[in-house]
């Protein structure tokens, strides 16, 4: 995939679930199936990963400084999927969302889509090089390329989305 495809999917993949969980009923929107995430907490959780990313990517020199480049062969989207599935696939403690009340549901769906859209924004700054070869850490891959977070950060919101349908079918 080019960067642009990337990009495009993360955008896309982002709105999807920003949708979905806009057209969910309260009831929906809070129901939990015993320790799962409700829907509200699965569109929360995919903001906080969201939130640091807005930071630092503005931050090339940085993260070059502190994390290098990449040092072996880029990982396709399947290869990087793979490895992730792979993990505890268990978010740190800063991702976790809190409970999340209905009246909530606006702002976490205009905060979404101020950030991912401030996301596009940065990546677009980056040119195809840096974008392959600028390294960040993963709390579970360890360091990967923004290219390889990026295709991480375009399957994610699918996932969650995915997570509050299933959830939702136990109802």
């Known amino acids: 995939m080019t960067k642009e495809e990337i990009i495009n999917s993360f955008v896309l993949n982002h709105n999807e679930i920003s949708n979905y969980v806009n057209s969910l009923i309260e009831t929906?929107?809070?129901?939990?199936y015993k320790d799962k995430w409700s829907a509200g907490q699965q569109l929360s959780h995919v903001y906080l990963t969201l939130v640091p990313l807005q930071k630092i990517l503005p931050l090339k020199e940085l993260l070059i400084r502190?994390?290098?480049t990449l040092n072996r062969e880029p990982w396709s989207f399947e290869i990087l999927l793979k490895k992730?599935?792979?993990t505890s696939r268990k978010a740190p403690e800063q991702f976790v969302p809190s409970e999340i009340k209905?009246?909530?549901k606006n702002k976490i769906i205009t905060?979404?889509?101020?950030?991912?859209?401030q996301i596009q924004e940065i990546l677009n700054s980056y040119n195809d090089e840096e974008?392959?070869?600028i390294v960040i850490p993963h709390p579970l891959l360890g360091k990967i390329s923004i290219q390889e977070l990026f295709y991480l950060m375009s399957y994610h919101?699918?996932?969650h989305k995915n997570n509050a349908i299933?959830?939702?079918?136990n109802k």
């Open 166 to 169: 299933q959830n939702l079918k």
């Open 28 to 32: 929906d929107f809070i129901f939990k």
């Open 102 to 104: 209905f009246v909530d």
């Open 131 to 133: 974008f392959k070869s």
């Open 157 to 159: 919101p699918l996932h």
């Open 84 to 86: 992730y599935l792979n």
């Open 111 to 117: 905060d979404l889509k101020s950030v991912t859209k």
């Open 66 to 68: 502190k994390n290098g």
